[in-house]
T-cell receptor
Framework: AQSVTQLGSHVSVSEGALVLLRCNYS??????LFWYVQYPNQGLQLLLK??????LVKGINGFEAEFKKSETSFHLTKPSAHMSDAAEYFC?????????????FGQGTTLQVKP | KAGVTQTPRYLIKTRGQQVTLSCSPI?????VSWYQQTPGQGLQFLFE???????NKGNFPGRFSGRQFSNSRSEMNVSTLELGDSALYLC???????????????FGPGTRLTVL
């Protein structure tokens, strides 16, 4: 069965520092991977996704993620944190068995950005 | 293009009642999925509809049901509400006609349901 693990439920960084949010997945077939962000009292916004092709994926707001098959990881990074990046971030994998849009989410990581 | 809309945004019900939540997908999107978000269980898939047919269903009791109309709008219904049904219910739509694992799902703002 496919699953997603996000290491660290809370991450705190200073403004201007590197952001690194960790995501590991479990899948018996090449996965399709997503990162979403959720601001308070809002829905989920897609940051980026990996399906096939280039393993370094660039998303919105300066975020990027690298698919590493050997490490079964899809960590999210941003070189310089901004106060507006404070939110909850979710890593997700598509449920390939159903071949529908069903997403399996990690538990989420809350990013705190300190001034 | 307007995004996914969900109504109502907030809802308070008491145990035993039933509730209906509505979702209007992005224009042209035919696939609608529903998710439940709680602090304890996180984001869990409820069901997905495509062209008025349920394509996939999560591991929820039969009290949770849904449907999709010919204009792709979707409703979900929860009967005999329990305290544990308090959650943020998110709807997502996607565009590919066949519906597939690579679809990008666009989420609405959610409906916050509180069961007293």
């Amino acid at each position: 069965a496919q699953s997603v693990t996000q290491l660290g439920s809370h991450v705190s960084v200073s403004e201007g520092a590197l952001v690194l949010l960790r995501c590991n997945y479990s899948s018996s077939v090449p996965p399709y991977l997503f990162w979403y962000v959720q601001y308070p009292n809002q829905g989920l916004q897609l940051l980026l996704k990996y399906t096939t092709g280039a393993t370094l994926v660039k998303g919105i707001n300066g975020f990027e993620a690298e698919f590493k098959k050997s490490e079964t990881s899809f960590h999210l990074t941003k070189p310089s944190a901004h106060m507006s990046d404070a939110a909850e971030y979710f890593c997700a994998v598509s449920d390939l068995r159903s071949n529908t849009g069903k997403l399996i989410f990690g538990q989420g990581t809350t990013l705190q950005v300190k001034p | 293009k307007a995004g996914v809309t969900q109504t109502p945004r907030y809802l308070i019900k008491t145990r035993g009642q039933q509730v209906t939540l509505s979702c209007s997908p992005i224009s042209g999107h035919r696939s609608v999925s529903w998710y439940q978000q709680t602090p304890g269980q996180g984001l869990q898939f409820l069901f997905e509809y495509f062209s008025e047919t349920q394509r996939n269903k999560g591991n929820f009791p039969g009290r949770f049901s849904g449907r999709q109309f010919s204009n792709s709008r979707s409703e979900m219904n929860v009967s005999t509400l329990e305290l544990g049904d308090s959650a943020l219910y998110l709807c997502a739509s996607s565009s590919k006609p066949s519906g597939s694992s690579t679809d990008t799902q666009y989420f609405g703002p959610g409906t916050r349901l509180t069961v007293l």
